[in-house]
């Protein structure tokens, strides 16, 4: 079965709540929804979320790239020839959600063509993930009302808090605010997105030492690589890398280099084939991981439960995969659910993506 045409819609939805984090905030969902399609009738489908201020790809630069050079090169490929198409693919550098939605449209199709859920193919490990909550900032009152209705309505006991603000000690607050309005029942971690040097976040830390909270993820930049070396080195819990290891070479070099002891994984930037790499390459080494959310629609979120559902190690934590709760509307047929903290992965061939044509026709943003 041959690649004949790959269809590359950029489309809007607004969020009812925007996302705000050091490196930036979120209001409106500008996605871009990828089609592969076969020379047999059957289609892929995945959603690529732009992300400027952590990889430079805006919703045009991503339909621009897949319409002028990602398609021309992988038209004609096997859709089967996974190696092959991330080959032709990696000739272009960056652009990872572009290349990552492609690579999973692929799965799609290869997940219908054999009747089974692309989970399966992958590893087939569990029906299901936790969910972790991503709470953004915002007054500590207001994240703490946000954090309380996720766990009243959906059941959601992890949060991850957004942190690198300064001064620090807002995010001290806003994190002893949670914890003190949460109980101790809940899990806490926090996130910084680069927004601190190593030695505001060393402080930070250390005020916020009594807060359990039971990771640190990106707390100041890859680039600041000595100072961040001796961070992670005196960090008392584990330092997650995220977008500074989206590659296996980034992961290699942030493990050897002591800079952090887990890593995320999100799949809207390294697909599954990637994402496998990433994987097996962390557990090689020793290192936990974390399913990580690069702000996903329900698409998106589908394909991340996909791949977290699918090891033994991807869902071992909760996973970040609620935020598509606050935007006004989506695309699928039906709904993704969060019910007691819990998402479920689609038992259906391919990813069990269902797109509704009425929606994607009103949210569409070429026509
Ligand atoms: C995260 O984990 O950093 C914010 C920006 C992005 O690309 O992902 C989110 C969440
Ligand atoms: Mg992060």
Not at 87 to 100: C, G
Request: glycine share 8%.
């Amino acid at each position: 079965m041959k690649i004949t045409r790959v269809e590359a819609i950029p489309f809007a939805i607004p969020y009812t709540k925007p996302l705000r984090f050091a490196s930036g905030e979120v209001h409106t969902a500008d996605h871009v929804l990828v089609r592969v399609h076969t020379d047999e009738g059957l289609v892929g489908v995945a959603e690529a979320p732009p992300r400027p201020f952590t990889y430079g790809e805006t919703q045009a630069s991503i339909v621009a790239v897949i319409e002028q050079v990602f398609a021309p090169e992988i038209v004609g490929l096997p859709v089967t020839d996974r190696e092959g198409i991330r080959d032709r693919l990696e000739r272009t550098v960056a652009n990872p959600a572009a290349k990552s939605a492609i690579d999973m449209a692929v799965w799609d199709v290869i997940g219908k063509s054999v009747g089974l859920p692309v989970t399966e193919l992958l590893g087939g490990y569990t029906d299901r993930m936790a969910v972790a909550h991503m709470v953004g900032f915002a007054a500590p009152e207001k994240m703490v009302a946000e954090a309380e209705r996720m766990r009243a309505e959906y059941g959601i006991t992890t949060f991850k808090v957004k942190v690198g603000r300064r001064p620090f000690s807002l995010d001290v607050e806003a994190c002893r605010a949670l914890r003190e309005g949460l109980g101790d029942d809940v899990e806490l971690y926090v996130d910084g997105n680069r927004g601190w040097t190593a030695s505001e976040a060393a402080r930070a830390l250390r005020a916020m030492e009594d807060l359990d909270l039971t990771l640190a993820e990106e707390l100041c930049p890859a680039d600041d690589v000595l100072s961040r070396r001796w961070l992670t080195g005196q960090s008392r819990i584990p330092v997650v890398a995220d977008e500074s290891a989206t590659t296996p070479g980034e992961v290699t070099r942030e493990l050897l280099g002591g800079s952090a002891h887990a890593i995320s994984i999100k799949t809207a930037r390294s697909g599954f084939t990637t994402s496998q790499r990433i994987l097996f390459q962390s557990e090689g080494m020793g290192a936990e991981v974390v399913m990580g959310n690069q702000v996903d629609g329900q698409i998106g979120t589908l394909c991340t439960v996909t791949f977290g559902t699918a090891y033994s190690s991807t869902s071992r934590r909760a996973g970040e995969l609620s935020n598509f709760l606050d935007m006004s509307d989506d695309l699928l047929t039906e709904p993704l659910e969060i019910v007691d903290g819990t998402v479920f992965v689609r038992q259906r061939p391919g990813l069990g993506i269902d797109i509704d044509e009425d929606k994607l026709a009103h949210y569409r943003q070429d026509r």
